[in-house]
């Protein structure tokens, strides 16, 4: 093979304490035919003094300096200087593996399909873990930056595609990238980690979400025949739901001359995870109906309550005349959650007689909005084979939207469903059923009368709520961790569930036989509401236990919520999670993650908070939830 030149830019701007780190990777290549441009930014520290050196030892480095313009402006000025047929930018504090130039040539060389070539990446410095990317397609690109920056691409493709953008626009990988792939071509990522990706906190990368909002609007400015041709409309501030909103906007435009409404309200709600946000806002919608609207809100089953007091206060906002119907068994719950102007109907869902009982209602009162608080499991089934009214529409939760994609059963009842809701903006939403759908937060609680509970000043406690499951949750990670000899005595545990029930009491022998009841509080008994929300609100951490071997771990970080996650958010606590929810996109939690139990004990020895923290808005929630309804 004839090797061609690669030329391999660096821009610096005061690196001196990685830039000769940085370098030495490059020199340790297998590839012997490259050049090093670096260009120094404008440094005020001995970056260009390092760089000097090392041009001053090798012949195939060469040093540029210029007046501080941005990284973009380097970049496109060592290009303008190379004379190599291919790329590879590399940042001045990161590291590539001996074997990443040559192998990325090799491809290049002999697929000209491909326009760009990436490896796997590691992050290391101040976080340690490997980042794993989603499969490369337009549609994604069009979403989120799918390539590091130091990745390989030849000379004549940059400069078709203009160079980088010189404008701050905090994304100018991504938008090169987007200027790259505008005339088509294939990318490819290498199974390998050829990429040590250094992560420094209050770094510019780090911060960039700061400029999400800029970023967005100048990603629409400059690429919006790709984003409209991908997106079907605009990028959207709440990127994952960008196509869902341009079709309800479309469907809207086409037949309502208020379209252009829908257009700027949808695209101004922050974290907006819905395309059928409506034309007017929900105060708009109320000022055009006199009449309030007959609903009936149900919960089949003896769970889930704890979704239904957010949807009480979003109905009600709404000008809507409630129903509460619920099983039997909770009767003592809802009654207690104190929300006035609501009609209760109690029955025995355990019963298929009482599902005939709840029909007869329906028809009697002419309800024809049914909201299931929980859409899936063999009650709402039957339920729905039931001959109802053509006008009756029914929405609902589907707390598991794994179900949609592998279950028959759910399938059918999303066949009689107009719209559904699922709980957090980072839970997939399926797009096979061809239905509305939104997300809301059920963040909200009552203010119950909390009774005072003892804690001693010193104590820090991390709080795991719901009855011991060890399918659901890591105790085996608990147990050895509530032994770990570097573990501050001040640390307890509250498990805030039944301890007498599942895989409880099998827990609880553990605890005593490795003699740390002194580490645990647990009750052996369901907790009233009082008392447990009162020991939410005096824990320090939520403790959610979900690690890569649980065996629901899987479906928390893509398809259902844990109910700790918006007990979190409603009482402002933070959540101490293994680092496979760091991964997931919109995981809009105030949240310390780790991956061992070493670096959790750091956390909790140096008390951290975390970077950025997240509320849970009434208003935002009361209006994606009411979008939906008619």
């Known amino acids: 093979m004839n090797y061609p030149l690669v030329s391999v830019i660096i821009p610096v701007y005061n690196m001196q304490d990685y830039l000769a780190e940085t370098i030495d990777s490059v020199l340790n290549s297998d590839y012997s035919n490259f050049e090093v441009i670096i260009i120094d930014d404008g440094s005020t520290d001995n970056s260009a003094e390092i760089a000097r050196n090392y041009a001053e030892k090798y012949k195939k480095i060469k040093l540029f300096t210029q007046k501080n313009s941005g990284v973009s402006a380097a970049r496109n000025h060592a290009i303008k200087l190379s004379e190599g047929k291919y790329i590879l930018p590399v940042d001045a504090d990161d590291l590539i593996s001996p074997e990443y130039i040559k192998k990325a040539v090799e491809v290049l060389e002999k697929n000209p399909q491909f326009k760009v070539v990436c490896c796997e990446v590691e992050w290391f410095g101040d976080r340690n873990k490997k980042i794993n990317y989603p499969p490369f397609s337009y549609r994604l690109l069009a979403r989120k930056n799918l390539i590091v920056s130091c990745a390989l691409f ?63 609007d100048k990603i629409n400015l400059r690429h919006k025949s790709f984003i409209n041709e991908q997106l079907g409309g605009k990028l959207r501030y709440s990127r994952t739901w960008s196509r869902f909103i341009n079709f309800f906007c479309r469907i809207v435009q086409s037949g309502n001359d208020n379209a252009k409404n829908c257009e700027s309200n949808t695209q101004n709600i922050k974290y907006e995870n819905t395309e059928n946000q409506q034309p007017d ?12 609207k007959k609903i009936v809100l149900v919960e089949f089953f003896p769970y889930h309550t704890e979704c239904l007091y957010s949807q009480l206060l979003f109905l009600k906002s709404g000008n809507y005349s409630i129903t509460l119907v619920c099983d039997i068994r909770v009767e003592k719950i809802v009654k207690g959650f104190g929300v006035d102007g609501i009609d ?64 028959r059963g759910q399938k059918i009842i999303c066949s009689k469903l107009s719209a559904y809701y699922v709980l957090a903006p980072y839970v997939y939403i399926p797009d096979n059923t061809g239905l509305k759908a939104t997300y809301f937060e059920p963040a909200f609680y ?33 147990l050895a961790f509530a032994q770990h000899p570097n573990l501050s005595e001040r640390i307890k545990f509250v498990l805030l569930g039944n301890s007498r029930q599942k895989d409880g009491i099998d827990f609880i022998k553990k605890i005593h036989d490795a003699t740390l009841e002194k580490r645990f509080i647990y009750f052996e008994y369901f ?48 959540m101490l999670c293994h680092q496979i929810f760091e991964q997931t996109e919109n995981f809009l939690y105030r949240t310390l993650f780790y991956k061992t139990a070493d670096e959790l004990i750091d956390l909790l020895n140096e008390t951290k908070q975390p970077e950025i923290d997240y509320f849970a808005d009434f208003e935002e929630n009361k209006n994606r939830y009411l979008s939906v309804l008619p």
């Open 446 to 478: 009552p203010s119950f009368s909390m009774p005072e509970i003892e804690k001693y000043k010193d104590d820090i406690w991390l709080c795991v709520p719901g009855t011991p499951e060890y399918k659901r949750r890591d105790y085996h990670f608990l």
């Open 527 to 574: 907790a009233s509401d009082e008392l447990f929300h009162s020991y939410i609100k005096k824990s320090d951490y939520i403790f959610p236990l979900i690690h890569p071997d649980t065996p629901d771990a899987e479906s928390y970080t893509k398809y259902k919520i844990s109910g700790m996650f918006p007990l979190a958010k409603a009482y402002h606590k933070t």
């Open 281 to 292: 806002t929900t105060a708009e919608i109320l000022k055009n109906k006199s009449e309030t």
């Open 154 to 216: 030849r000379k004549s493709d940059w400069q078709k595609a203009g160079g980088y953008c010189e404008e701050e626009i905090f994304c100018e990988d991504w938008d090169f990238w987007l200027s790259m792939f505008q005339t088509g071509g294939e990318f490819i990522r290498l199974p390998f980690v050829g990429l040590k990706y250094r992560f420094r906190k209050n770094s510019r990368r780090t911060n960039a979400h700061k400029n999400k909002k800029l970023m967005i």
């Open 344 to 407: 209760f109907l109690f029955f025995d869902f355990k019963k298929l007689k009482s599902l005939f009982k709840f029909r007869k209602f329906l028809l009697k009162e002419k309800i024809n909005q049914l909201i299931l608080n929980t859409a899936q499991g063999s009650i709402p089934l039957k339920f729905i084979f039931l001959p109802l009214p053509k006008s009756v529409r029914l929405a609902g939760i589907i707390h598991d939207t794994e179900k949609v994609l592998k279950s």
